[in-house]
């Protein structure tokens, strides 16, 4: 059908390159939109699969049928995705303030997040305490300022917010098109290129276009501003800034590096109810949040010798993974989500869990997407997905090969088996 199908879905799940891979979380005050955002990535990206379609600048089908836009929604510990050429795994991030531990033992297993903020209520009490959160997780982020269609919406005063509330240092990457029931898209101060959404009878369109003659001059001033902050991380940035030799892509490899090491956060905006700009934000995981490689090894203890040991996210290296969230299925039963740090596991084989000291069954590996489950044959370091089977396996505990065994460090979780309907 697609150039995409065949990129990804088509291709075996085991033999994806890490490199695209995007563990990610989406974290927001409550209310702020964090679950429509996420069943919009789930459509958008779904889309991709059900009718083999990328947008490419040209005008794109943007409707979302009523039918369509119920029953899309996050209901496990992890769900899959992909986009263009990304795959990216969306860890359910309890939200509530009441649920700090489920945030920090999710925050320990992905390796970046979106952090959502409503562009009216803007970076409220709440969002504080998640931030600071993944702050000691040095999780990276990128920040989406939702809601950007409502009354009193104002994107510039969520980044002033989010500079000083939360001693972020944060920088537009977009700048809106218009306010309130006018926006209508945002200007990409990168590219220097409009995404435009227009409403029509058939719904919404969604285009790629030349910058609006009126918001030339601002989004000059707020690239400017842009570079100039990059240019203060990075020396070399900086050179190539003064001699004007500076492409899209060195300023995307720049905020990268510098999401990674956790001194900048982009900022995106949209309506995720109206469907605006969920396509750009899609892309800005892609661009700015690490793959696994991207970021150090991962430390544990041998249990027989106490020797410190760093696992790295190589499927060549022994097997180790952590056990971080239960949930009791109907149909499966019990299912241990994993997060593999190294190696690899193969349905059908058995590891050992460092932390109880047993050897637990691998009978089924499962990926879980949005509308349907993928068995798997094996799954690799990098990864995280689901494993029916396992009698002892408690949220926090290690898993590897009995040869060199390890136990990571985790939080000491209290964890109650949670039951889906
Ligand atoms: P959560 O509590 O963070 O998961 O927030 P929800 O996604 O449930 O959204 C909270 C409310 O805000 C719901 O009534 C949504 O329909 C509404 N909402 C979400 N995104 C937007 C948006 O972009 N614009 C507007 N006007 N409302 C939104």
């Known amino acids: 059908m697609s150039k995409v199908i065949a990129n990804n879905k088509a291709e075996k799940f085991e033999d994806f390159d890490i490199a695209k891979v995007r563990n990610i979380g989406i974290m927001a005050h409550i209310d702020a939109g964090k679950t429509t955002v996420t069943e919009r990535i789930l459509y958008y990206t779904g889309k991709i699969h059900r009718i083999g379609e990328v947008h490419e600048g040209t005008a794109t089908m943007d409707f979302l049928p009523q039918e369509q836009e119920r029953g899309i929604t996050i209901s496990s510990a992890v769900t899959t995705c992909f986009w263009r050429d990304c795959r990216i795994n969306i860890i359910d991030t309890p939200g509530h303030v009441d649920f700090t531990v489920e945030v920090e033992r999710s925050l320990r297993v992905l390796d970046g997040a979106i952090a959502v903020f409503c562009g009216v209520g803007g970076v409220e009490p709440q ?65 220097m290129r409009a995404y435009l959404y ?75 109810l109206k469907n605006k700009c969920i396509q750009p934000l899609l892309d800005a995981v892609t661009w700015y949040l690490p793959s696994p490689l ?95 089977g396992m009698r002892s396996a408690t949220t926090g505990d290690t898993l590897c090969d009995e040869e060199h065994p390890v136990v990571l460090e985790s939080l000491a979780f209290p964890e109650p088996v949670i039951s889906v309907a």
Request: glycine fraction near 6%; hydrophobic fraction near 40%; proline fraction near 6%.
């Open 127 to 191: 969002s504080e305490t998640v931030w600071h959160q993944a702050d000691r997780y040095k999780v990276p982020r990128i920040a989406f300022v939702n809601k950007l269609d409502r009354i009193g919406a104002d994107f510039y005063a969520v980044v002033d917010a989010m500079r000083k509330k939360l001693s972020a240092n944060a920088h537009p990457v977009q700048i809106p098109i218009g306010r309130e029931a006018d926006f209508v898209g945002v200007v990409d101060l990168i590219e």
């Open 198 to 272: 227009d409403v029509d009878e058939e719904g919404i369109q969604y285009r790629v276009s030349d910058i609006p003659s009126e918001y030339i001059e601002e989004a000059r001033k707020w690239r400017e501003a842009l570079l100039e902050a990059l240019s203060e991380l990075d020396e070399q940035f900086m050179e190539r800034y003064f001699e004007d030799t500076i492409t899209p892509e060195d300023i995307r490899q720049v905020i990268r590096a510098k999401v990674i090491s956790g001194e900048f956060v982009p900022v995106l905006g949209g309506s995720a």
């Open 294 to 388: 991207d970021l150090p090894p991962v430390v544990g203890k041998n249990p027989v010798t106490g020797e410190k040991v760093e696992r790295r996210p190589l499927p060549e290296e022994p097997f180790a993974a952590l056990v971080f969230k239960i949930l009791m299925d109907p149909h499966a039963g019990k299912i241990s989500f994993i997060r593999i740090y190294s190696g690899t596991i193969k349905s059908g084989s058995y590891v050992f869990n460092a932390s109880k000291g047993v050897k637990e069954r691998v009978s089924r590996l499962l990926v879980i997407h949005a509308n349907h489950r993928e068995d798997v044959a094996e799954a690799k370091a990098g990864d995280l997905c689901g494993v029916v």
